[in-house]
């Protein structure tokens, strides 16, 4: 449902990993390049939501170990109650919808405490061009292993859409190893012809045996749940998006602090549009392009919920300015998994 980095975005060559829509990314091993779209569709089984479509712009057979996966990562806090590595774990389920123009067999990875621990599923898509709704039984996993902490990474689910012949093996249950990137025997190869596609939607995660009803969650629930991990701020096609304000304490030394909207899961990292210009200080009836990008100020005033920001532009002491963006400018507060 949310996709706060836009709609659509092209993948060309080898980017190991890409993520648009909230919460999932799609991702190659570092031999791998690639061509595919992926992208936010309103296309959906029950026409509420909408789902993740990746489609292929370029043909690829891979070869030796090259992947090519859709991930997903749940933090270990919100997995603890499973109970795994314990003798009291429960059964657990994973229910999505899927379609996909190629019929075939299809792999799901699930692993546990940075792939460690993982066990190697399929699923078959059966008719072309329709939605399917898919269900996959989680065994108990009750050997003790040494848990994550709780922000960090603690069950992973990747569906593999195309795999090398290194990397293909037969299903299996719960295992030890470190392999973080294997599919089963007659995965499909989704970037063998151009057009092909695959989308999902729908995808539910929950504690027992039995699939229950897709719960739909309002827009701005599932927002503040994405805004934990990822929040961009960021201008539209035009006009100009008034941040805040700074404040000079010497020369160009300018610091402007933002509350996060939610507390996100760590200290976030910040990314910035490319074009320093983008990023103007209003003051005095005058508008100033900023000739360098905004910074993070990591050394003090940073935590999941406070960030500062260094500005380096010319402003007499004392004076303050407010930033704002023009075209394109963004800033983007990053704590993914």
Known sequence: MISQKGTSAAITGGSNSYPLIDRYMAVANSSMTYNVTISQETDNPDGLSKSFKSLTTSAKTPSGSENYIIRTRLEEQDIRRVGFGTSGCKKTTLTFWVKSNKTGTYSVMI????????????????????????????????????????????????????????????????????????????????????????????????????????????????????????????????????????????????????????????????????????????????????SSLPTLRSSVGINPSVVAIDINHNITTGHTRILRFGNQAYLEFIAEL
């Open 111 to 290: 692993a546990i405490n940075s792939f460690s621990i993982n066990l190697l599923t399929t699923y078959t898509i059966s008719a072309q061009n329709t939605w399917e709704k898919k269900t996959i039984s989680i065994p108990e996993y009750t050997t003790s292993y040494t848990h994550p902490s709780d922000i960090a990474a603690g069950l992973t689910f990747d569906w593999h859409l195309s795999s090398g012949p290194d990397d293909i093996v037969s299903p299996h249950s719960w295992q030890t190893s470190a392999t973080n990137a294997r599919a089963a025997t007659g995965q499909v190869n989704i970037l063998d012809a151009v057009n092909n596609y695959w989308q999902i939607t729908n995808v539910q995660y929950e504690v027992g045996e039995v699939s229950t009803s897709f719960e739909h969650r309002s827009a701005g629930d599932e927002l503040a749940r994405c805004q934990r991990y990822y929040y961009r701020m960021q201008n539209g096609s035009s006009g100009s998006y008034w941040v805040g304000h700074t404040s000079s304490y010497g020369g160009n030394n300018n610091i402007m602090m933002i509350h996060l909207p939610v507390c996100m899961r760590d200290n976030p990292t910040l990314g910035t549009s490319s074009t320093a210009s983008h990023f103007q200080l209003w003051g005095n009836a005058t508008v100033e392009n900023m």
